[in-house]
């Protein structure tokens, strides 16, 4: 029950938009709105001094709903100067107890507080808070509405005594609220239709069963209207409605549901209910508030925290109280047995999740990272029989699968760790691993064990508790609830009358399979009461068939074994009460117990042969079979013969092939049901060829052993034997080795050495033998030669000898290294030449080479021989001179510094001189840096290098070093040669400059913005920036952000104090620059005060103003005149850039008004204008005479003549053909149309018209007889005209 007060625009926390904004008080001073909405401020004072403001709510105080009994807490914060003093006061009634009305403040949020314990209902009202200072007020308005706890029986005793209203009127006499509607606790037969009204219409058959709605034709008629209805309610307030989707549960103890909804008026109050009540909502995160309601743009979403079993029932939305979407919130009483546990899985092994509830539910929500999950390639979702364990399989479990899975029953849920473990393996790095065929997370529990305990549990509190439910959903029929009244506040009142016998518990509807046992229980009040049982209207008592039973207040049907006979509609009576259920018999469809042993034996058969299938079945007609062959159904054709009779399915393959091999599935279906079961069909056929390539295994000149792949297909037979036949390469004939046994392998012994052979294999089985695959050719004794050995390395060279080192090959070829051949090549030839004889190889891994030339360069190459010969040669050699050994360089010459950074240095130099026996050319150089702190030098480059400049990079930034290049060469490394001085890590040094293009020297800002200055410089070394304001350092509230080659200037809300002259200094080593910037803070000027005209002299006025409140704040304020007269009645400008207060206007014409407008200027724009009283100069008016023209008589009249005449036509037989022309003529002239000089105005076959002298002529369909002459003749009084053309007509 709800206590509103009364408000014209009612608030609650969650239950509208905005709140009430209470009235002003008649006061003297400037009334405006505050940037808060609902703030309305007085201002005192026209002009409030520089520093001091008036005051202003930054948080106003919120529009509160809650429950009797507890703390109400109103808090606001305030700003202005002076500080301004807060109270409170309310519409209805003085806040003068200070136990019940505790104002408060708090000195460290600076919130004023207003805080009413313990609530009543007479504390609902609109309350306001004052904020008072010398300068002026702030005034706003909040409302407390309070929901009421139980029922207040002296409060309705009053009101009943006041009123004499009989309960059952109290219903009739409750009137709607403005903006909600009527609170009172929905009946069943409201609810099922505010539920039918927001469901799919796939919904429409669960809903009516679950409700006992039979007549499903005459409920969509009513529900059309319903809709109709309700849309043209909606239509007032809602632009567009849709994207409903119901209640959910997720993993995080909440439920959520949500609508796209486009309100016509954004501030329309939305409401929300339960089961016909209203409850209250926030739209802020306050985690203590149940329900919260989130806009995002035009989508709203209900979220309900914290969920427990009273939170089910029927969610209503309402826009001004017009309902626009309901959902059933169904919460069943269902635990976990067993919670899903963590699984730790390898990648590409399937990972299984698996929990047990208390109670059967047909299917619960899997969560995987906060997404529902769905049966698809990715997860398997299954459940039990019972429906007592649900399953969650996650397939080929990748590292991106990792993460948090959930299963939700009902309100309840429970969650577990996927921990996927990566394959570590280096190998298979980078490449796809295979998928393992293995499963993780496989339960040592034995859920099926827990599962029954949890059935008889859950069947036994059912038969304590509540009356069995088979299958479907209870429909209850007569009174099952007392009856009841509604008393005023829609309070329910329990008539105090005996109710009598009444039904706990009504009969549910029953289906049953043919042949099992159904069950019909109900429950009544009382264990003292008889009743009867009919079926069909006709009573039934104990049979054979049936057992009628009373157990206590428990009343049972039984039937035994179900038959077609037993279907219908059962009734039970009892003292005056009834209910009803219906048994429906289900036959669906099933097979023969001993026609299914002798199906799924396999079939064998041989090519080309037949087979037949036969499946005995049963189950109510009509009944549909199909047949399927690795499935793909199958149909009647040549070879395939399908026959049906009764009972029994049979199925005829003819002239089988072996691709005919497969799955045989039968499935027949009815409308209870479906099953199927799979045999298998063998057919035999000869195997295919052998597969290669084929593998040697030894091919030597004693023996041949090589190995083959088996047949592809073995013809679904056992292979027997490999045929083998031989030929040696170069002979006609084919030798026959004989069967050789199943295994695909063969050793030949009988082979000359040095021989080619061919091989035929073919595959022999107790079908046949297949298709023959010949080998290619073997070599028996085949020659190995040793491979390369390692490259030569030159250990020493002089000008008469160069030595040389090598090493063996790793494959010598299968015998000993015999020796090894030497060969030599000049530089620039292309021809080598040998060092040693062939006949005389190089015993040993060594050689010195003395057929050389002194000055000339070699390269030379090795190669190893053994029994069969000489290998392959070695790579060559690097180039080598034959020449004695070199001397070191010299010192380089010349080393200097080119270019620097932070952290790199570039340098050059020029290579060291030649002087002959002292110091050799440099063939590289190697440079090495110190740092000025460590006593070692570090190499720059590993290998020479041959250019004369390096780039060392990687030093820290203004860091001292020490540098040195060192020559290299044959003969050894040369003298270092250092830097004079050290080298600092820095760029060349730079005077700071300014680099960007434009950079503006002024700047205008409103008052509250931002300014923002950026400017880019270049400088080396880093230099130091500094800002200034008016030549002394900036405010504090002026933030200065420094980065390389740039500053920012940052002032974050400007204010008039902040205009001044800005300037940045840029000072390093080399120098500094300067650059100074005007910024100047405005706001758009307060317009000037009042405006008089004065004539001085004749035709001139003097226009004069009060100057605007800003002209002694804004040097650059100026003023704008505009004039208007009432001859144009236009605003003109007629003076701008007006610095004092005063302008005067000519040319004043006398006898007309005129008025002047006056406004304030200026860099931010102009003020509202003052404008001036009317002013004019009388004067007198002379006499206005008019002299009219005589005027001339124009004759119009003419004959008719046509302007556009008719053009030939020639037109296909069948199409139409349109004729026109134009025709003048005064009068206007009466038109006629001929074919072949017959008039056929009167004809309805041409459609003829005649607009505007415009004449057109329509022939729908032309014929044959359409052809011809057309003439059309315009006749008037005064003459006569006419136009003729010809129609050819086209096959």
């Known amino acids: 029950m709800w206590k509103k007060s009364k408000v014209t625009d009612q608030t609650a926390s969650g239950q509208g938009v905005g709140g009430a904004e209470g009235g002003l008080t008649e006061e003297k001073g400037i009334k405006k709105r505050s940037k808060v909405p609902g703030v309305m401020i007085t201002q005192y004072v026209e002009e409030i001094p520089e520093g001091k403001s008036h005051p202003d709510f930054t948080r106003k105080p919120i529009a509160l709903t809650i429950q009797e009994g507890k703390l109400a807490i109103f808090k606001a914060i305030v700003i202005g100067d002076p500080e301004p003093v807060v109270t409170w006061s309310r519409a209805k009634g003085e806040i003068t107890d200070k136990e019940k009305f505790q104002n408060k403040y708090d000195d460290v949020s600076h919130e004023h507080t207003l805080e009413i314990p313990d609530v009543t209902s007479d504390e609902a009202d609109t309350y306001k808070c004052f904020a008072t200072n010398e300068y002026g007020k702030a005034v706003c308005t909040v409302v407390l509405n309070i929901i009421e706890v139980g029922f207040k029986k002296t409060k309705e005793m009053k009101k009943s005594e006041e009123g004499s209203v009989e309960p059952v009127q109290f219903r009739k006499n409750l009137k709607k609220r403005e903006g909600t509607r009527e609170e009172k606790p929905m009946e069943t037969d409201e609810k099922v239709w505010e539920i039918l009204l927001s469901a799919d219409k796939k919904d429409y058959e669960s809903i009516c069963i679950e409700y006992g709605i039979t007549d499903f034709r005459g409920m969509l008629k009513r529900l059309k209207q319903m809709k109709k209805e309700r849309e043209e309610e909606i239509a007032q307030f809602v632009e567009k409605i849709g994207k409903l989707k119901p209640i959910t549960v997720s993993a995080e103890d909440s439920a959520s549901f949500e609508l796209d909804m486009d309100l016509k008026d954004p501030s329309s109050r939305i409401f929300l209910y339960k089961d016909g009540v209203m409850v209250p909502y926030t739209k802020e995160l306050d985690l203590e508030q149940k329900h919260n309601l989130k806009q995002v743009g035009k989508k709203y979403i209900f979220t309900i925290k914290n969920l427990d079993p009273a939170d089910a029932g029927l969610y209503q939305v309402d826009v001004e109280g017009v309902p626009v979407f309901s959902t059933d919130f169904k919460i069943p009483p269902v635990e976990f047995a067993v919670k899903i546990q963590e699984v730790k899985a390898e990648e590409r092994q399937d990972a299984l999740f698996q929990c047990v509830l208390t109670v059967p539910l047909n299917e619960i929500t899997w969560m995987g990272k906060n997404c529902p999950l769905q049966n698809d390639e990715k997860f398997e979702i299954t459940v039990s029989e019972d429906k007592l364990i649900h399953k969650l399989l996650v397939k080929d479990c990748l590292p991106l699968d990792a993460g948090i899975y959930a299963a939700v029953a009902g309100i309840k849920s429970c969650n577990a760790w996927l921990i996927v473990e990566a394959d570590k393996n280096p190998e298979t790095k980078g490449k796809k691993k295979e998928r393992k065929t293995t499963m993780a997370g496989a339960s040592d529990l034995d859920l099926e064990k827990i599962a029954r305990e949890q059935q008889e549990k859950y069947k036994k509190d059912m038969e304590e508790d509540e009356a069995v439910v088979v299958k479907k959903k209870r429909v209850r029929d007569g009174p099952l609830i007392p009856d009841t009244v509604v008393g005023p506040d829609n309070v329910r009142l329990v008539n105090l009358l005996d109710p009598g016998v009444h039904f706990h518990s009504g009969l549910a509807d029953c289906s049953a399979n043919v042949g099992e046992a159904a069950e019909l229980v109900c429950k009544l009040s009382s264990e003292d009461c008889e009743g009867v049982w009919y079926k069909d209207g006709e009573e039934i008592k104990s049979s054979d068939g049936i057992t009628i039973s009373k157990d206590g207040t428990y009343h049972k049907l039984k039937i035994h074994k179900v038959t077609e006979e037993y279907a219908g509609t059962y009734r039970f009576e009892a003292d005056g009460r009834k209910t009803e259920s219906t048994i429906v018999v289900e036959d669906p469809p099933r097979f023969d117990s001993e026609g299914l042993k002798e199906f799924v034996v396999p079939i064998t058969v041989k090519k080309g042969h037949k087979a037949t299938f036969k499946m005995p079945y049963g189950g109510r007609e009509p009944i549909k079979i199909q047949w399927y062959l690795e499935g793909e159904e199958l149909s009647d054709d040549s070879n395939i013969k399908i026959e049906h009779t009764e009972g029994q399915s049979r199925l005829l393959l003819n002239k089988l092939q072996r691709k005919d091999s497969g799955e045989v599935k039968i499935k027949i279906k009815n409308e209870f049901g479906s099953t199927e079961v799979v045999t298998q069909l063998i057919v035999l056929d000869k195997p295919t060829p052998p597969m ?172 190893a021989i053994n029994n069969s010969g000489a290998g392959e040669f070695s790579t060559p050699s690097e180039f080598v001179f034959a020449r004695d050994p070199k001397k070191p360089p010299g010192k380089v010459i010349d080393l200097k510094v080119t270019d620097s950074t932070y952290t790199t240095l570039c340098l050059s130099w020029t290579k060291p001189k030649d002087i002959e026996k002292v110091e050799d050319e440099a063939k590289g150089y190697f440079v090495e840096i110190r740092p000025a702190e460590n006593p070692e030098w570090d190499r720059c480059n590993s290998n020479a290098i041959t250019m004369t400049s390096f780039t060392v990079k990687g030093l820290k930034s203004m860091a001292m070093y020490w540098v040195r290049v060192i020559a290299t060469n044959d003969g050894g490394e040369g003298q270092p040669q250092e830097l004079d001085n050290y080298i600092l890590a820095m760029p060349p040094p730079v005077r700071p400059r300014f680099t960007d293009a434009k950079i503006k020297s002024f700047m205008v800002v409103r008052a509250g913005n931002s300014a923002r200055l950026n400017i880019n410089f270049e400088a080396s070394p880093w230099p ?65 005060g009042p405006v008089e005209v004065e004539e001085n002299v004749p035709g001139t006025v003097t226009v004069s103003w009060t100057p605007s409140p800003d002209e002694k704040r804004d040097d650059r304020l100026h003023y704008l005149v505009s004039k208007r007269d009432s001859n144009k009645r236009q605003w003109n400008t007629v003076a701008d850039r007006i610095f004092n207060n005063k302008f005067t206007a000519c040319n004043i014409m006398p006898g007309r008004d005129y008025q002047f407008r006056v406004y304030a200027k200026n860099d931010m724009g102009s003020s509202k204008p003052s404008e001036s009283p009317k002013w004019s100069i009388t004067g007198k008016k002379e006499k206005f005479l008019l002299n009219m023209p005589e005027s001339k008589t124009c004759n119009l009249e003419r004959p008719p003549k046509f302007l ?33 000089n017959i008039s056929l105005n009167t004809n309805t076959n041409y459609y003829i018209s005649n607009t505007c002298g415009v004449c057109s002529m329509l022939i729908l369909r032309v014929g044959p007889k359409d052809t011809g002459e057309y003439k059309i003749i315009a006749e008037n009084p005064l003459g006569r005209a006419e136009c003729a053309t010809k129609l050819t007509v086209r096959d």
């Open 1024 to 1088: 130091e920036v500094t800002w200034l304001k008016d030549s002394g350092p900036v405010s504090k509230r002026v933030t200065i952000s420094n980065a390389e080659g740039a500053s920012q200037l940052l002032i974050p809300s400007a204010e008039r104090c902040d205009t001044g002259i800005y300037t940045i200094i840029v000072k390093n080593i080399v120098g500094q620059e300067t650059f100074s910037i005007e910024i100047r803070v405005t706001d758009e000027p307060k317009p000037p």
């Open 1204 to 1236: 556009v005449p008719l053009k030939k036509h020639t037109a296909p037989e069948g199409y139409e053909c349109y004729m026109s022309c134009a025709v003048r003529g005064d009068p206007t002239p009466h038109v006629t149309w001929y074919r072949n």
């Open 692 to 863: 290669g390539p084929l593998e040697i295994i030894e091919a030597s000149q004693n023996c041949i052993d090589i190995k083959w792949r088996g047949p592809k297909d073995s013809g679904g037979c056992k292979i027997d034997n490999y045929i083998m036949e031989r030929q040696q390469v170069g002979r006609n004939t084919w030798k026959k080795l004989g069967p050789i046994g199943a295994e695909a392998h063969y050793k030949d012994s009988d082979v000359d050495h040095g021989r080619r052979y061919c091989y035929r294999i073919r595959v022999e089985t107790e079908i046949g033998t297949s298709e023959l695959m010949e080998t290619e050719d073997v070599q028996a004794g085949t020659k190995a030669y040793p491979g390369p050995p390692s490259v030569p390395k030159v250990v020493s060279a002089f000008k008469d000898c160069i030595n040389l080192a090598w090493s063996p090959p790793s494959n010598t070829g299968g015998t000993n290294i015999l020796g090894y051949n030497m060969e030599k090549r000049k530089k620039g030839s292309n021809l080598w030449g040998p060092v040693n004889l062939p006949d005389e190889p190089i015993k040993g891994k060594t050689f010195g080479v003395k057929d050389v030339i002194e000055g000339m360069e070699y390269e030379f190459r090795v190669s």
